[in-house]
């Protein structure tokens, strides 16, 4: 990706990635990482030490992808109680100093002890990380002390920064470590006091939160910034204050980073700092980020809802397909004018049936969103490392810029209002009009749900908020019949765009797989549910049966009032109520493989998706697909 390296390497503060980031040998890591643009790397050192290349051979080829080495690390448990020990590691450390000239880099991450020989005595400490930095500034290169949150004894940054300063020594530095720091629960402000110039060096990482063992936590959990829980932009921002000048560098331990492809986890781990410098920039003072250097993204334009939703369908599920929007009260309304393409509208939804998608079953291909300005939207989304879409198309229609999102979804850009001119404009109108029978009133697209590959959930979760500026709503675990489900939701302020993410919360076997592979919904909102309800299963809507525990434990959880009850039981109509508002839904069967549809009624504000409900609406699946899979339906 040439033209993405280039236009992140003009970016003022520079970025690096630690090789520990990713999957692979060091010689897979270091090509992803310049492939996606990083302007250095940190050497992580059993990459290094498992390679077969000599340090002149890395060097040489990280001067051929145009990167710096920016640290070596990391070196451990360096102070010592005992002189022999200490004698020994001064030793070690001479070693890693032979690496790091051949490697031609400067500057070596020193973590805090974790030994039996580690010293609780923060002045000694300060003499021996002097003598150490003596040694080190006698052949030119610099040290960075980093507090381990699980550190024997020095495990803050506010105490590894008191080291420092007694040391007082010119090759001896800090290295701030966002995910060491906001562990703990520290308060990071602190750091805007620090000298700029003893921040030597900068590590970024995210976190879900988690009450856990703080090691394993760092271990297994971190994520890219914006993935997680933690506060980055001010934490950055306090970086920025003090002074520091140094790369932005990610240093992310993650299980499912260290199996998945590192070229595509070395663009999502810069779509993290192009996100983050923007969201940091709007928190720092106008001084301060005239002096960060920090990259500008075009803005995220206003959002006006989901414009469409595409579905591929194939010659076995286009009946299902058609026969169930039909009798959710949608109207084919139009024809592409060049493609196997048919409009399908009630209200403010519309859904496209592509038959030309070349896609098995029935599954969603495409979001449309409705956008203020295409154009700048697009920009965003290809500063922010997006693939653009070719697209093909034939005299007169819309020129429609569409992006890949991580699942393979197609993202386009587009503004309904635009009449004739927009996407509208390709389709001839077939003058249909609504289907016979009472209206089920379905009035737009109020979210879409998608379930993702295992390995790009944290990805795609990032590359919807930050290309479409929108916002985290919430993230929650489900306990599925099938195993583990994990949820995300990201929407704009409105509620206009509603993007529900999931994925196991382990990869699935090959085996038992009883669930829906990557199940996908669309969900359309109507003014009343059991309205709606009613009218689409008389007109043959495949709605899905719902059990009666069910109905038994949500009257004994949240007693509604009898009489709509029954008619939620009569009609598959299941319910969820929190501190805003209430949450009625409907969902269809499974319709030619992996996609379902649901109708929904938001009650006051309620701004949740009904997630209780979803275990009791997988086991329905499963028990239609059973039935169906032993010949009384064909779905
Ligand atoms: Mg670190
Ligand atoms: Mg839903």
Known sequence: MPATRAAARTAGIRTALATVCLSGTLEDKLAAAAAAGFDGVEVFEPDFVASPWSAGEVRARCADLGMSIDLYQPFRDFDADDPEVLAANVRRADHKFDVMEKLGTDLLLICSSVSPHALDDDDRIAEQLHQLAGRAAERGLRLCYEALAWGR???????????????????????????????????????????????????????????????????????????????????????????????????????????????????????????????????????????????????????????????????????????????????????????????????????????????????????????????????????????????????????????????GTSVFFCATGAGERGWRGDFTPTGAGAPDGPPVGITHVDHVALAQPFDHFDEAALFYRSVLGLRPQHSSEVAAPFGLVRNRTVSDQAGAVRIGLSVSVLRRGTEWQPGVTDPQHVAFACPDAVAAARAARAAGAPLLDIPDNYYDDLDARLAPPPSLLAEMRELGVLYDRDADGEFLHFYTEILGGRLFLEVVQRIGGYAGYGELNSPVRMAAHRRQRAASASGRRDT
């Open 153 to 407: 004894f020095v495990n803050t940054y506010e105490r590894s920064w008191d080291i420092v300063r007694t040391a007082d020594h010119p090759a001896l530095g800090l290295c701030v470590d966002s995910f060491h720091i906001l562990s703990r629960g520290s308060d990071p402000a602190g750091i805007a006091e620090i000298p700029g110039e003893k921040l030597f060096f900068l590590q970024l990482a995210d976190a879900p939160h988690m009450t856990m063992d703080v090691l394993q936590w760092s271990r297994h959990y971190r994520l890219f910034p914006g993935q997680g829980a933690f506060d980055l932009s001010a934490f950055l921002g306090h970086v920025l204050t003090a002074g520091y000048t140094g790369p932005l560098s990610l240093e992310v331990f993650n299980d499912v980073f260290r199996q998945s492809d590192p070229a595509r986890a070395a663009v999502d781990a810069l779509r993290s700092l192009l996100a983050l410098q923007e969201e940091t920039a709007d928190r720092l003072s106008p001084d301060a980020r005239a002096r960060a250097g920090l990259l500008e993204l075009p803005h995220p334009p206003r959002l006006g809802g989901h414009a469409f939703v595409e579905l591929a369908v194939d010659g076995g599920s286009t009946g299902a397909v058609e026969r169930a929007l039909e009798a959710l009260g949608f109207a084919r309304t139009g024809q592409h004018r060049s493609k196997p393409v048919q409009l399908w509208e009630q209200g403010d939804s519309r859904v496209l049936l592509n038959a030309g998608a070349g896609r098995a079953g029935a599954s969603i291909a495409a979001l449309g969103i409705e956008t203020e300005d295409a154009v700048a939207s697009t920009r965003r989304a290809q500063a922010l490392l997006s693939p653009v879409l070719p697209r093909t198309r034939g005299q007169a229609e819309a020129d429609l810029s569409a992006v890949a999102a991580p699942d």
